[in-house]
């Protein structure tokens, strides 16, 4: 009977859930189709990045959510639609044309995108919006000496995206790669420049150095307080703020968004419709007597899943680079912490190092890699706990160094620091010199370099 009883209820649930997801879509079904704004009124140009090679000029701004809703008068985002706008100028003497999966395997056609937003309006508004639509798109090809410009119907990201666009002609093709800022989500930003004085960055020359600098830095996150070691401090990545960010975006990483009244609501919708929320906040832990510069994460297929880290700038520097410091774990599920519930964390912390590293090596980010002391060691057999005391890890207490590249590095490309070899002195007596072997006179010596 027990049984009987928990599937029962599992069906309920299930069934309520159904029911609300029919409402919000039946909600959203209904969301009115109003005049659309012209690119000037709305605004988004302000944020439009360039890039320029061999003849081929791309300006791209990707639009939020009210953005795309004053320019396409529907809620696009909240349809799982993000319009990309481009400007594309071939200086060059042959035409070229776009290769719209390389930028999003799951692109829309106009068409398509404009399917997708016909509601229960008469037939004269749906056909205005298939002309909106195709109107507004990009042309896929750019002849000689023009220029063209449009919008690309993708899948939305928030925060930050990456982009990337690759055109071909005869015998040749060109690619752009951006990451731009999306508004829409809740996010802290931190001022990098004022975290340290001059007097306060140390500027690191040489790998014996860098070794030394990061085996010294704090080995765990802690509470607010600074009275509880936490997690542990795994990682370690050298690279200027947009490289950093550009290489987490393209890895597959989605910013974390703050707590607010919002995203809490939709932390609570998450939880309670088992769907996935991809920025779903982190909680705030303390490294160098503030909270995280910023947080990353990879949701899985709901709130309870996750690879998540959290990372701060270091007052330490690598030939100019500034040296950041993070944790890395991975949420495998939920347990109870006092009246509520938290995240827990997969044990074997030491396994997530390895998959950050994994990331930017896909995106090609990775230049070089090692391992480096400094982080707490613990066994499963007497295990070290986070905030949460239930929550319990063990680590070997190495932190991985992960210096990043602004260009391309193939996976058989990435090297290794070469750290220095510990120098050793043997108290041991050398061994008395061979009389069978005669001294070299000094013409045969030979002189160091």
Known sequence: MPLAKESSASHRFRVLRALAILLLLLLA??????????????????RAATRSQDGLSITAVALGSEEARGVFGLPLIERDIQPVWLRVENAGDAPLTLLPLFSDALYYTPAEAAF?????????????IDRLFAGQALPLIV???????????????????ALNFIYVGESRSTQASFVVPVPGLARSLVDFDS???????????????????????????????????????????????????????????DPAETV???SALKTLGSFLFGSIYRYSPVSDLYVFGRRQDAAFQIARDDIYERNHLRVWLTPLRFRGTPIWLGAISRDIGVIQSGFGTT????????????????????????????????????TPEQPRSSVEPRNIFHSDGQRIVL?????????????????PEPTTISLAPLPAPDPAIPEPDNASRRSDP
């Open 29 to 46: 079904a209904c969301s009115g189709f109003t005049p659309p704004l012209t690119h000037d009124e709305v605004g988004f140009m302000e």
């Open 116 to 128: 997708i937003n016909h509601g229960w309006f008469s037939s004269e508004t749906n056909a205005e």
């Open 143 to 161: 002849e000689a000496g023009q220029t063209v410009e449009g919008f690309l119907y993708v899948t939305p990201d928030l925060g930050q995206k």
């Open 195 to 253: 975290l340290y004085g001059p007097g306060e960055i140390r500027d690191l020359q040489t790998a014996a150095e860098l070794k030394a600098a990061i085996e010294a830095l704090p080995c765990c996150v802690s509470d607010a307080d600074g009275e509880v070691e936490a997690d542990p401090l795994n990682f370690v990545a050298i690279a200027d703020p947009d490289l950093g960010l550009a290489a987490l975006i393209a890895g597959g990483w």
């Open 260 to 262: 607010t009244q919002a």
């Open 343 to 378: 995240h827990r964390i997969d044990p074997d912390v030491d396994a997530e190092r390895w998959y950050l590293a994994q990331s930017l090596a896909r995106a090609q980010a990775l230049k070089r890699f090692a391992y480096a002391g400094g982080g707490p060691v613990s």
């Open 403 to 419: 210096q990043l590249s602004p260009v391309p590095v193939p996976l058989d490309e990435i090297e290794r620091f070469q750290w």
